[in-house]
């Protein structure tokens, strides 16, 4: 099909599309970039082997799985013309992301209440790494999270339908990437930790 063919909207419609993968790809890179400078590193002296990953950023492996689900079921709602269960799911999926958040925060708890701290004395690479991929990956959540309020606001304003849903769709694509992107994360770095 060639781009610019059909009416305004189908070609503004590609253009959020194609804009959201760039912003997708542009992840990806600086994500790709973390986690070598992470394989780069793990060969010091002074990285350490045997550090157990926070139990709190497990259980907010499990919130950004619960929280995918639900806006796959807020979506399959809509299609199917049930507001209330797309309301209660699209709100259910930001509370779970909130829930990440805090989460995140506790996890960072935990590396501190083990006596290592993200600068300092008490410092160390490893943990450095930790903290700032966990961090990064938070910022992203936060966008989602705001993503999340506008198809909230536009879903209360009724501005989606079963056939008009670009804005949930674009949303939910971005959600499933930060949550594809936390597990893969929390693999890598509970791999080479």
Not at 10 to 29: C, P, Q, T, V, Y
Not at 141 to 150: C, F, N, T
Request: charged content about 10%; aromatic content about 14%; proline content about 1%.
């Amino acid at each position: 099909m060639d781009l610019t063919e059909g009416t305004i909207q189908e070609k503004n419609d590609r253009a959020k599309r194609m804009m959201l993968w760039f912003g997708i790809i542009s992840l990806i890179m600086s994500f790709a970039g973390l986690t070598s400078a992470v394989l780069v590193s793990r060969k010091r002296e002074d990285w350490m082997q045997d550090f157990e990953m926070p139990s709190a950023f497990l259980i907010s492996c499990v919130l950004i799985i619960a929280s995918s689900f639900t806006f796959i079921i807020a979506k399959k709602a809509l299609k199917n013309g049930n507001r209330s269960l797309t309301t209660m799911m699209l709100i259910l999926t930001f509370g779970l992301g909130i829930a990440f958040i805090y989460s995140q925060l506790h996890g960072f708890g935990q590396i501190v209440s083990s006596g290592y701290n993200f600068t300092g004395p008490t410092s160390n690479v490893t943990m450095s790494f930790i903290y700032v991929i966990a961090a990064v990956h938070i910022l992203h959540v936060v966008a989602g999270l705001i993503s999340l309020l506008v198809v909230i606001y536009n879903h209360f304003k009724q501005k989606y339908n079963a056939t008009e849903m670009l804005g949930m769709n674009l949303s939910a694509t971005f959600w499933h990437f930060i949550d594809i992107l936390w597990l893969f994360l929390f693999l890598f770095l509970s791999y080479l930790v």
